[in-house]
């Protein structure tokens, strides 16, 4: 009997890519263009699977009563139906500006203390933001004293990447709730051919809220905004 995996080696791997540009989508997060270039990746790695699969699969036996409905299934994926209804989707810069959204504000050991809304632009990326963040403390007293941080709290910028398609998710998760779906049907396929089922707890990913948040050092904040050498 031939390995399961063999029947469909190329969606398995182009799979595995997908888990790679999810990382890189992590990795680049504050960068917002080479982000981006990133969810593209994912995007066209990703599109190809639903069609990977039918070539790899259309001449086994079972494939009309079994493997074409399955792989019919991955368009209820919100991410999976628009690439697949517009094959050329990918996301443009100006795409980012409409919902992409910004906070400043400060982060304790265990999460977000405090946070404004601050206009973190969907060019600019996580670093610059927060020189612009700090010149707005150096200015401006009260806001300084409302959304710097004491003692106990270090600077933090958090941001989160929306577009227009998709209002309601942002964009790392979607990714990774897609890879899922794909990854789910690619194992029920795996199960069907006699193999088993495949791991998709993604135990590697970043925990998404740390993804979104920078913490900034606090030293420096004290330093360059307010001109106090804290460990003096
Ligand atoms: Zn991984």
Not at 56 to 73: G, M, T, V
Not at 81 to 89: A, C, G
Request: hydrophobic content about 40%; some cysteine.
């Amino acid at each position: 009997m031939s390995c399961p995996h063999s029947h469909i080696e190329a969606a398995l791997d182009r799979w595995s890519e997908c888990h790679w540009h999810i990382h890189q989508m992590e990795a680049n997060y504050h960068t917002p263009d080479l982000f981006r270039y990133s969810l593209n990746s994912f995007i066209r790695a990703a599109k190809e699977i639903p069609q990977i699969l039918s070539i790899e699969l259309q001449n086994h036996r079972a494939y009309q009563s079994d493997f074409k409905p399955l792989i019919n299934s991955l368009h209820s994926n919100a991410l999976l139906s628009v690439m697949h209804k517009k094959r050329d989707f990918i996301v443009h810069r100006g795409m980012l500006e409409v919902l992409s959204k910004g906070a400043v504000g400060t982060t304790e050991g265990r999460g977000i203390k405090i946070s404004f809304p601050f206009p973190v632009a969907p060019y600019e990326s996580t670093q610059e933001a927060y020189e612009r963040f700090k010149e707005v403390c150096r200015k401006d007293k009260f806001i300084r004293s409302l959304a710097g941080p004491d003692c106990d709290s270090w600077p933090m910028i958090r941001r989160e990447w929306k577009v227009p398609d998709f209002p309601d998710m942002e964009l790392l998760e979607l990714s990774v709730d897609a890879w899922r779906l794909v990854g789910e049907v690619i194992s029920q396929i795996v199960v069907k051919l006699g193999g088993e089922k495949l791991d998709l707890s993604f135990s590697c990913r970043h925990e998404p809220e740390k993804v979104r948040t920078v913490k900034f050092s606090q030293e420096e904040f004290f330093k360059t905004v307010d001109g106090i050498e804290i460990n003096a």
